[in-house]
């Protein structure tokens, strides 16, 4: 028993630790010695070699963790790149809080939405700020309206025009009339001429909304 914990301490110790002549002196010196007595000193060397040779291999192991971790810091403060990549980190910073500012200036809606013809200007409106929305999108087709200053829609116009030609204009221009003052609007499944400012609520046909600005 003594002499296999004595092969395991000699392959720890040629493993992981620097090869010390007196310690494996000391240990070869019990495994030669016959009497009861050697006996007990074999086994307290034995004790206390095991123990140094712990001892030996907690020390390797925590040098070698404080080496690579040493290593590694050196290897950050020294890349030639490391002020460039804080900056460039900093300036998406920046970039993308502007990017969220702007975005948060967007998703106004009409309160009240107006309709109007060619001499309304176009905008959000309000009860103050009568303007008419240019932001309009249908919910029963999902098309956006579009709408053509100075224009009116000509009376033979049907569903089937808008829905085949939508939205592209050099199409939808064979059905449109001059009209000074007036505004075309039409999304895939409903069209309108309008000549003055109108409450959108007023025209109950109509599935149009504020897409927001």
Same mark, same amino acid.
């Not at 449109?176 to 007023?202: F, N, P």
């Given at each position: 028993?003594?002499?296999?914990?004595?092969?395991?301490?000699?392959?720890?110790? $040629?493993?992981?630790?620097?090869? *010390?002549?007196?310690?494996?002196?000391?240990?070869?010196?019990?495994?030669?010695?016959?009497?009861?007595?050697?006996?007990?000193?074999?086994?307290? &060397?034995?004790?206390?070699?095991? @123990?140094?040779?712990?001892?030996?291999?907690?020390?390797?192991?925590?040098? =070698?963790?404080?080496? *690579?971790?040493? $290593?590694?810091?050196?290897?950050?403060?020294?890349?030639?790149?490391?002020?460039?990549?804080?900056?460039?980190?900093?300036? =998406? &910073? $920046?970039?993308?809080? !502007?990017?969220?500012? &702007?975005?948060?200036?967007?998703?106004?809606?009409? $309160?009240?939405?107006?309709?109007?013809?060619?001499?309304?200007? %176009?905008?959000?409106?309000?009860?103050?700020?009568?303007?008419?929305? #240019?932001?309009?999108?249908?919910? @029963?087709?999902?098309?956006?309206?579009? &709408?053509?200053? #100075?224009?009116?829609? *000509?009376? !033979?116009? *049907?569903?089937?025009?808008?829905?085949?030609?939508?939205?592209?204009?050099?199409?939808?221009?064979?059905?449109?009339?001059? =009209?000074?003052?007036?505004?075309?609007?039409? %999304?895939?499944?409903?069209?309108?001429?309008?000549?003055?400012?109108?409450?959108?609520?007023?025209?109950?046909?109509?599935?149009?909304?504020?897409?927001?600005?």
């Amino acid at each position: 028993m003594a002499e296999d914990l004595d092969e395991l301490l000699d392959e720890v110790e $040629s493993k992981f630790c620097r090869p *010390d002549p007196l310690k494996l002196g000391m240990v070869e010196r019990p495994r030669g010695g016959g009497g009861g007595g050697g006996g007990g000193g074999g086994i307290l &060397s034995n004790d206390r070699n095991r @123990a140094e040779a712990k001892e030996n291999l907690r020390s390797t192991e925590t040098f =070698k963790k404080e080496h *690579d971790l040493d $290593s590694l810091i050196n290897e950050i403060f020294e890349e030639p790149n490391f002020d460039k990549k804080r900056f460039k980190l900093k300036s =998406k &910073s $920046s970039g993308n809080t !502007s990017v969220r500012a &702007s975005l948060q200036g967007l998703g106004k809606s009409c $309160s009240p939405v107006y309709l109007g013809g060619s001499t309304v200007p %176009c905008g959000i409106g309000t009860n103050t700020s009568q303007r008419a929305c #240019d932001h309009l999108r249908c919910i @029963a087709c999902d098309f956006w309206v579009v &709408s053509y200053n #100075d224009y009116g829609w *000509d009376k !033979s116009c *049907d569903y089937l025009f808008f829905r085949n030609n939508m939205p592209e204009f050099h199409k939808l221009k064979t059905k449109l009339v001059k =009209k000074k003052g007036t505004r075309a609007y039409a %999304c895939q499944c409903s069209w309108r001429t309008i000549e003055e400012l109108i409450d959108l609520q007023t025209d109950h046909h109509l599935r149009w909304v504020c897409g927001k600005h």
